[in-house]
């Protein structure tokens, strides 16, 4: 049962906004409660964080036929110390003057020492019980394909790339990704740009495979061959899925290491075997446009943070609308 426990809360940590939005979530204990809000793990907001909180102690009070106020609301947080286990002094001003000041939760003293520590910068230890510590779950990030390579209000982020739309027969797509740190890959999102509507039920193969990355750190401005990387010798897997005429979202959670790539090969299926070729106008599909390798190897780049730079190569057709990205520590 412990291993069963250690693997739930790592998937609740990994899929809170999930996770939280689920009617059963206002069901649980109030020690269960307290096991979800210790994980420094936990991938969501501070300030939704509180929010979820407080829509479960309201559920609670509301099956009980209590009033809801900040008295019965207090009450129940303060049973296993949930209160404290909730960053409140690390809420903005603003959020905590619109979420925890209107929910009445806090007393007279702890309203002010909370106000004081957050209008005081590294204040935050006079500040009692409550929680102070940053978690160290990284924020999701999603990055829009059509964002980098056609940026609208800026320069393009790649001098190199030629940005004409041509089109061709619906063919496969690779996304190579990697990045200065540690993140975990955590979906596609596949949503095929067809010159006409577009067709349902189609078929994609997503072969997962992981490499080591030899290409010299510097910026080169010649293309880079996979020839030039080594694949790692354990098998990632492969998942099939079938497109049904609008976005799709498919769940990757595959964590790179600094130096490693992670590289999915987006293979289109035909559902008739015996034909040999695509339709050739329901599925002429639009281009990716060629880029050289000049970002650490990769055609493009893209910043997560001040700390996390993400670095990324797109071939073939544009069949990967996005992709969700996670720092992990």
């Not at 393009?156 to 990697?178: D, E, G, I, P, R």
């Not at 955590?186 to 509507?197: A, D, E, G, V, Y």
């Not at 997503?206 to 750190?217: H, N, V």
């Not at 015996?274 to 050289?292: G, R, S, T, V």
């Amino acid at each position: 049962m412990a291993k069963l426990k250690t693997n739930a809360l790592k998937f609740i940590a990994d899929n809170a906004a999930e996770v939280f939005k689920n009617d059963d979530f206002l069901k649980l204990l109030s020690e269960d409660l307290v096991d979800i809000l210790e994980l420094d793990s936990l991938v969501y907001k501070k300030v939704d964080v509180i929010r979820t909180v407080l829509k479960w102690v309201d559920s609670k009070l509301t099956k009980s036929n209590n009033r809801i106020d900040g008295k019965s609301r207090r009450a129940v947080l303060l049973k296993d110390d949930i209160l404290f286990t909730m960053a409140i002094p690390l809420l903005s001003l603003e959020e905590f003057t619109s979420v925890i000041i209107p929910s009445c939760i806090l007393t007279d003293e702890e309203q002010l020492q909370i106000f004081k520590s957050i209008s005081i910068p590294n204040n935050a230890s006079s500040c009692g019980k409550f929680r102070v510590s940053l978690r160290k779950g990284g924020r999701v990030e999603e990055v829009f394909v059509k964002d980098i390579l056609y940026p609208s209000k800026k320069k393009s982020v790649n001098v190199w790339a030629t940005f004409s739309k041509n089109w061709t027969n619906l063919q496969a797509v690779t996304l190579s990704v990697k990045a200065n740190k540690r993140i975990k890959i955590k979906s596609i999102t596949l949503n095929p740009q067809f010159l006409q509507s577009n067709p349902r039920n189609l078929y994609f193969k997503i072969d997962i495979a992981k490499m080591q990355d030899s290409l010299p750190r510097t910026p080169c401005l010649e293309d880079c061959s996979e020839d030039d990387r080594n694949v790692i010798e354990t098998e990632e897997g492969t998942l099939n899925v079938k497109y049904e005429g609008r976005a799709c979202k498919i769940p990757i959670d595959k964590v790179i290491q600094q130096n490693e790539i992670l590289e999915l090969t987006i293979n289109p299926i035909l559902s008739n075997p015996n034909l040999n070729k695509w339709e050739p106008d329901q599925h002429k599909i639009w281009l990716l446009p060629f880029a050289f390798a000049i970002y650490n190897g990769m055609m493009y780049r893209h910043e997560i943070s001040q700390q996390t730079t993400l670095y990324f190569s797109l071939r073939g057709g544009h069949v990967v609308e996005s992709f969700e990205v996670m720092e992990v520590c």
